[in-house]
């Protein structure tokens, strides 16, 4: 993907990209520690890679970008406005593949959660819901 973008679109989807590690996932993993939940980390064997695994459990949880998985109605999940088309198609394919990961883990007999970027800066409101999952 070198070419193919302008200057501002490549600046654009710079400031979009987040690594493995992101600030959201930091977040949620931080908070399950001092919770004192045990996991394990983005499990390849598993559909979708799920950032946390909960083995004994058979549960998982999913934090995803507002942007990048299309959180609906929040306002950073909204379309850029420059070559929509494009990103319509490019981030339609990242949600049905999400929807596809998540039926596949339901399949397999695990529970999943999604936790929105936007969801992790309510710390309270995070545990509660974290803790309820996990029970
Ligand atoms: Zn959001």
Not at 106 to 116: D, E
Request: proline share 4%.
């Amino acid at each position: 993907m070198t070419d193919q973008f302008s200057p501002e679109q490549r600046s654009w989807i710079m400031r979009q990209v987040r690594s493995k590690n992101t600030n959201p996932e930091l977040i949620v993993r931080r908070l399950l520690h001092r919770l004192g939940y045990r996991f394990r980390l983005h499990r390849r064997d598993l559909p979708g890679t799920p950032d946390l695994v909960f083995v004994s459990r058979r549960k998982v949880i999913f934090v995803h970008g507002c942007f990048w998985h299309q959180h609906r109605k929040c306002r950073r999940g909204s379309m850029p406005a420059s070559n929509t088309a494009f990103w319509r198609s490019k981030l339609r394919r990242n949600v049905v593949r999400d929807a596809k990961h998540l039926a596949t883990l339901k399949a397999l007999g695990w529970r999943s959660l999604v936790v929105w970027e936007c969801c992790t800066k309510n710390a309270a409101q995070l545990s509660r819901r974290l803790t309820d999952f996990l029970q």
